[in-house]
């Protein structure tokens, strides 16, 4: 369930339930996208047209959007398009941790590092009875 802090509510007033928590998960999600998309080196100004092709949303609402997310502290505008305030983007961190965590856990079996690449232990595994989940025994380092 998304989170709501001052900022949010206010930009929410006067919307119905279902709209207004559409626009919420909309502005959670860009916050992610911005947190993900800026970790990954693919720029550090977000615009709309760069969170268009994760969002099912029309240009004019992510504008919108946007333009909410700078009222509530979160963006700030930066040259044609938007970065975070130091606020923002320690809540875009929190929620992408939160809502990814689970699928950055190694599989079973794996190595927890993520620094074994083949059919061995790295360095750092070798004797310590770590294995790679395709290996038919079964150990955890």
């Not at 928590?21 to 100004?45: D, P």
């Not at 938007?82 to 809502?99: H, I, L, S, V």
């Amino acid at each position: 369930m998304p989170e709501v802090d001052a900022g949010m509510a206010d930009a929410l007033k006067g919307t119905n339930g279902a709209d207004a928590l559409e626009r919420l998960k909309e502005r959670e999600e860009i916050l992610q996208i911005g947190y993900w998309y800026q970790g990954e080196g693919l720029g550090t100004v977000l615009t709309p047209q760069a969170v268009l092709p994760f969002l099912q949303a029309q240009s004019k609402r992510l504008a919108d959007t946007f333009e909410a997310l700078v009222e509530s502290g979160d963006l700030f505008h930066c040259g044609n398009g938007y970065d975070f305030t130091p606020a923002g983007k320690r809540k875009a961190a929190r929620m992408f941790a939160e809502t990814f965590t689970d699928f950055q856990q190694p599989g079973h079996g794996e190595c927890v590092d993520g620094c074994c690449d083949g059919d061995e232990p790295c360095e750092t595994h070798a004797g310590h009875g770590h294995v790679h989940a395709h290996v038919p025994t079964h150990a955890h380092g």
